[in-house]
C-alpha cells in the first residue's frame, strides 16, 4: 500500500518532456510509482489526493539562497515552503555560518545576536547537525564561503595572504569539502572578498575541485565590469579544473542594458559554466557594496571627512578596478532597508536627502556611520533583459532569498519581493506570458539545478527520486509580493511534499521532513 497518491495530475516531469496526465505514488520519502492515466491508481492508499488536473512537479530547487541560519530562526521556511521550494542551496556569495567568523555575518543578515543563536561549530560538519538538528522544513545543501574562510584565517586584511594563510584557508575549505559541502562560493564584491587576487580564489576552488564540488560566485561586478568578471569566473573554474556556477546573472545599469544575448553567449562558450537568474528589474544587497575596497564601512565616515571627494567619485561614478552600483541608475533607484531609523526604510537615499536638505553622498555616509551594514534595494535592471536571460533554458533560476515569515524575524521589515515570489513569478505570470513553457520553466528550477549541484535523486518525478514535489494550479499561480507589501504568501501552489511528508496543504504547513544534503 502506498502512503500517499496524487492522481488526476498534469504531471510536468523535470527533464523537459512534454507535460502528461497521470498519477504518482510514493512509500516512505522515496516515489514508488509513476504512471499513466490509463492505468488506474490503487483503489487503497493511507493518503490519497485528488490533483484535479493542477500541475504536479519536482520540488523547487532554489540554487542560491542565504537562509544559512533559517533553521535556527525560521525552522519552518514559511516563505520558501509557500513557493513550492524543496530545496535551498546557502553558503552563496562567500558567506557561510563556518568558519565561526561567518558565523557573525550570518547572524548580522537575521538580525541576531551569535551568542543567543548559539553559533558557533568546531567543525562543517557539526554546523550541519546543528542544522539538522532544528528540523528544517526543506532540504538544505551547503557550500563553504570564501569570505568566510578570508576572515577567520586574516580578518578583513586588504592584501595578499602569506604562504602560511593560503595554506589554512585551503585546509578550511578541504575540511569543508569532506564534511559534506557541495562547493565553493565567493562574494568578490564585499570585503573581505573584494581583496582577494584570482590567483587566491584558484588555489582554494582547486581544494573544491579535488573533491568534486563546483565553483559558485558573485563575481566582481556586475555593472560595466560584468563581461571581465565573468571572464575571471570562467578563468577560476578552467584554472582549478571544476564546474563555474555564475550567481544572480545580470545586466546592471543603464550602460549594460540591452547587452543580455551578448552576456547569455559568453556564459554559453565559456566551457563548463551555469548561472542563476532572479526575475527581477532590482536587486538586494547592502550598502557597503557601493564603496570601493580601499574604504571598509567601519571607516566611512573619517574617510568622508579626509578625502571626500575622491570617496564621492568611487561611489557615484566609479574607479578604474571599481564600478559602483550607483553609476547609471541614480540614488532615487537606491532604497533603504534596515537602517537605524524605521523611518528611513522603504524609501530612497535621493527622498531621504531631498528631506534632510543635503546631497544625496551625504545621505549615504550618514547611513552607513549610524549602523554600519545597512541593507538597501537597487532598481537597476531592464526588464526585457530580465526576459532574455529568463527564456534561455540553461539559466536555472533562484531567488537570492532568505526565509521568513509575515511577523517573524524578519517579517517586518521592508525586504525584496523575491524572498516570497520567485518562483510562483516564473511558472505564473511569465509562462502565460509566453516568455517560456512550462515544461522548460520546470526544468529550470528542478532537474537542472539538481544534477549542477551534485542533489542525487533530486530534481525529477521518476521511481526510486526523493519524493519532494509540488502541485499548483497553472492559470491561478501568482506572486503576490511586491516592493510597497512584500511579505505575501503567492496564491496557487496547493500542496508541497518534501521527502514524502506534505509540507503544506490548503489546511496549511505541516510537517517538517528537510533533510541535510551532503556532498
Not at 483 to 505: K, Q, T, Y
Request: proline share 7%; hydrophobic share 45%.
Amino acid at each position: 500500500m502506498f502512503d500517499l497518491v496524487i492522481e488526476n495530475a498534469r504531471i510536468v516531469d523535470g527533464t523537459g518532456a512534454p507535460a502528461w496526465d497521470g498519477w504518482v505514488g510514493i512509500r516512505g520519502d522515496r516515489i514508488s510509482a509513476v504512471e499513466r492515466a490509463e492505468v488506474p491508481p490503487p483503489e487503497e492508499a493511507a493518503w490519497s489526493i485528488d490533483a484535479r488536473g493542477s500541475v504536479l512537479a519536482p520540488g523547487f530547487v532554489d540554487a542560491h539562497n542565504h537562509s544559512d541560519l533559517a533553521p535556527m530562526v525560521e525552522p519552518g521556511f514559511a516563505s520558501t515552503v509557500h513557493q513550492g521550494v524543496t530545496t535551498v542551496v546557502v553558503g552563496n556569495c562567500g558567506i557561510s555560518p563556518w568558519p565561526n567568523a561567518g558565523a557573525v555575518e550570518c547572524a548580522q543578515m537575521v538580525g541576531g545576536d551569535p551568542e543567543v543563536l548559539g553559533l558557533g561549530w568546531p567543525s562543517f560538519g557539526a554546523c550541519l547537525d546543528a542544522m539538522a538538528e532544528c528540523g528544517p522544513a526543506v532540504n538544505i545543501a551547503a557550500l563553504v564561503g570564501h569570505g568566510s574562510v578570508r576572515a577567520e584565517v586574516m580578518g578583513f586584511a586588504p592584501r595578499r595572504p602569506s604562504a602560511d594563510e593560503l595554506r589554512a584557508m585551503r585546509a578550511l575549505v578541504a575540511e569543508a569539502m569532506d564534511q559534506g559541502a557541495v562547493g565553493f562560493s565567493t562574494g568578490l564584491i564585499y570585503v573581505p572578498g573584494i581583496f582577494a587576487e584570482t590567483g587566491e580564489v584558484v588555489a582554494l576552488a582547486g581544494e573544491a575541485a579535488r573533491r568534486g564540488g563546483l565553483y559558485a560566485s558573485h563575481i566582481r561586478g556586475e555593472g560595466e565590469p560584468l563581461f571581465a568578471a565573468v571572464d575571471e569566473a570562467i578563468r577560476v573554474g578552467r584554472e582549478a579544473g571544476l564546474p563555474a556556477h555564475l550567481s544572480h546573472l545580470k545586466c546592471e545599469t543603464r550602460p549594460m542594458w540591452g547587452k543580455a544575448d551578448e552576456l547569455l553567449s559568453q556564459v554559453h562558450s565559456g566551457g563548463d559554466v551555469t548561472a542563476d537568474q532572479y526575475p527581477y528589474t532590482a536587486w538586494e544587497s547592502v550598502l557597503s557594496s557601493l564603496l570601493p575596497q580601499w574604504a571598509p564601512v567601519e571607516r566611512v565616515a573619517d574617510i568622508a571627512a579626509a578625502d571626500r571627494e575622491r570617496l564621492r567619485t568611487a561611489v557615484e561614478v566609479g574607479e578604474p578596478t571599481f564600478q559602483s552600483g550607483v553609476n547609471g541608475v541614480g540614488w532615487d533607484a537606491i532604497v533603504v532597508e534596515g537602517s537605524a531609523d524605521p523611518d528611513w526604510d522603504g524609501r530612497s537615499i535621493a527622498a531621504l536627502a531631498d528631506e534632510a536638505s543635503c546631497e544625496p553622498f551625504d545621505m549615504f555616509v550618514r547611513l552607513l556611520d549610524a549602523r554600519g551594514e545597512t541593507g538597501c534595494i537597487g532598481h537597476a535592471m531592464h526588464e526585457d533583459d530580465v526576459r532574455t536571460i529568463l527564456a534561455d533554458p540553461e539559466i536555472m533560476v533562484a531567488s537570492d532569498a532568505m526565509a521568513m515569515s509575515p511577523g517573524g524575524p524578519l517579517g517586518t521589515q521592508p525586504v525584496h519581493p523575491r524572498n516570497y515570489g520567485t518562483f510562483p513569478r516564473v511558472v505564473g505570470p511569465y509562462v502565460r506570458e509566453g516568455v517560456l513553457s512550462l515544461e522548460v520553466a520546470v526544468r529550470k528550477m528542478t532537474k537542472l539545478p539538481a544534477v549542477r549541484f551534485g542533489l542525487q535523486g533530486r530534481g525529477a518525478i521518476e521511481v526510486g527520486g526523493f519524493a519532494d514535489l509540488v502541485m499548483f494550479d497553472p492559470e491561478r499561480v501568482l506572486d503576490t509580493a511586491g516592493f510597497d507589501a512584500p511579505h505575501a504568501f503567492p496564491d496557487g501552489i496547493e500542496l508541497v511534499v518534501v521527502n514524502g511528508r506534505v509540507a503544506l496543504d490548503e489546511a496549511g504547513t505541516r510537517a517538517r521532513a528537510g533533510a541535510i544534503l551532503r556532498h
